[in-house]
């Protein structure tokens, strides 16, 4: 039997294909004979270039049906999806690519000059706009090369454990790590979603996800394409936009700063949300309060559900039965999920203790970093997920840290260390710690405590503006205090937790 993920979807798309499946907020439709030909022509187009196998199709793009249609042509002709944060500038590019050494890169035209050039640097191959002409020629763009190619193409056989995607996440050092999904993977994942969920004929998914994260693009996306279901797309998260869509949809997935700014929208209530089937919150905690006032201005009860770029969704709170605040669910089925103390003992009922977990949607390990891999797992094969937490006496379990310090603004993950090594490079700076402070809109949000060197004087403002130039927004921290020097425990490490607590009051 062929695995490769697009024949599962294939197998799922409405009995006619000119039914919608994709609606833009300008009202285009692209229907499903769309994405079936529309797939066919880019994979023809990526099989013309005769690439090896197991080659990397890097996609720094912004979120289209098109950007949609690139992932799944990658996975049809067999070749392995690459996506990267559309706000990455070009150190971080220069390391994703040197790193992941993709075949072919597709950007957006106004980033074509530093993005080709960073990429013929590491011997990419192949280096296009996705549809937009840039010079004011349109032949370097991958659709318009696609649309004189066929519009059949036979889906390439791909076993189970042969890679689909790589997601770049991140670890205790800071490096990125690119974590490698099968096929099999993405697969198991989205059909225990799929079933979990209770996805249902004549759902409609209102996507304001990005498609760069797992989120987006394997928890929502694939979804919708699991169920043959209609998406609403918006370009980008929009309170207004998501009012005036959500009267049509059934199902909305979103980061918890959605539903803060959701909630803070006076225009939003009961009448908007009639329709709504299922309220899904993921990637950052759901602050109880918020839980709360959702539930109390639209009657409707959030589902909180926890994964993570190595391993897809891991837990879920019940569809039919207790959504409980403050936890994420129990085990999604076919998922083991345990907790135990740092010696590696089972922790008793609702003991804190590291979180780990065993299943087929686990990943198959760090791109090339093998001994960073075999780290992460236990001798009897369970994935640390770094993250720390307790599990009640119904099988719930509650996130209450991250023992690797990741900061997460706006449902983005942010890491401390990666920040900390561009302000240290930074004139006048002698050392630095990134921490995250609760934000009420942000989750939490990014701020740095900086020493400067002797004598040197440091402001604020020139800091974040220095920033802003060099790493992508969202990492940018929204304060910087200077101190003198940084509380360090005997063992010499900065303890972050003091800084946390002396600077969230500010
Ligand atoms: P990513 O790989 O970008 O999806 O980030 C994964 C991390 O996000 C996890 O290891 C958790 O620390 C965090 N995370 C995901 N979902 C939740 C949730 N519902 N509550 C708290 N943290 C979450």
Request: hydrophobic fraction near 40%; proline fraction near 5%.
């Amino acid at each position: 039997m062929n695995a490769n993920l697009y024949t599962l979807f294939r197998s799922r798309f409405p009995r006619d294909l000119d039914d919608c499946w994709i609606e833009t907020a300008d009202a285009q439709y692209y229907s499903w004979r769309d994405l079936e030909r529309g797939s066919a022509k880019i994979a023809n187009l990526l099989a013309s270039l005769h690439l090896p196998a197991g080659s990397r199709i890097a996609a720094h793009v912004e979120k289209s049906p098109e950007a949609l249609m690139l992932y799944l042509a990658t996975v049809r002709a067999g070749f392995v999806y690459l996506p990267l944060n559309t706000a990455y500038r070009a150190a971080e590019m220069s390391y994703f690519i040197e790193d992941a050494a993709p075949a072919v890169v597709v950007c957006s035209p106004e980033n074509f000059g530093w993005v080709s050039q960073i990429a013929f640097k590491n011997d990419t191959g192949h280096v296009f706009t996705l549809d937009e002409p840039r010079n004011g020629r349109n032949s370097g763009s991958l659709l318009s090369r696609a649309a004189h190619l066929s519009d059949d193409f036979t889906t390439v056989h791909r076993d189970d454990t042969d890679l689909a995607a790589i997601l770049y996440t991140s670890g205790t050092t800071g490096r990125s790590k690119g974590a490698m999904l099968s096929h099999g993977n993405l697969a198991a994942n989205i059909k225990v979603l799929h079933e979990a969920w209770r996805w249902q004929a004549g759902d409609v998914l209102l996507h304001a996800l990005p498609l760069f994260h797992i989120h987006g693009l394997f928890v929502a996306a694939h979804g919708a394409l699991m169920n043959g279901s209609k998406m609403i797309f918006l370009s980008k998260f929009d309170s207004a936009a998501v009012i005036h869509h959500l009267p049509r949809s059934t199902i909305f997935m979103g980061v918890p700063t959605y539903y803060v700014r959701l909630l803070s929208d006076p225009q939003f209530d009961r009448s908007t949300c009639e329709k709504i089937r299922l309220f899904v919150s993921g990637s950052a905690p759901l602050l109880t309060e918020t839980f709360d006032d959702f539930k109390q201005r639209t009657g409707h009860t959030i589902l909180e559900r926890y994964g993570m770029s190595e391993t897809g969704m891991l837990t879920s709170n019940p569809y039919e039965g207790n959504r409980k605040a403050g936890t994420v669910g129990p085990a999604l089925p076919g998922v083991s999920v345990r907790i135990v103390t740092t010696q590696g003992t089972p922790c008793a009922i609702d003991e804190i203790g590291d979180i780990q977990v065993k299943g087929p949607n686990v990943f198959q390990g760090y791109w090339q970093m093998p001994e960073k891999t075999a780290e992460e797992f236990t001798s009897d094969r369970y994935f640390k997920t770094g993250d720390v937490g307790r599990m009640d006496n119904e099988g719930y379990i509650s996130i209450v840290g991250r023992s690797k310090d990741l900061i997460i603004s706006g449902g983005y993950n942010v890491y401390p260390k990666e920040i900390e090594s561009v302000i240290d490079e930074l004139p006048g700076v002698l050392e630095s710690a990134v921490i995250g402070i609760a934000h009420p809109d942000f989750g939490e949000a990014v701020t740095a405590v900086i020493v400067p060197r002797d004598g040197c004087q440091l402001s604020e403002a020139d800091i974040i503006a220095t920033l802003k130039e060099k790493i992508a927004n969202f990492k940018v921290p929204k304060r910087v205090y200077v101190v003198e020097e940084l509380p360090r425990n005997t063992m010499g490490k900065v303890q972050k937790n003091l800084l946390r607590e002396k600077f969230s009051a500010g």
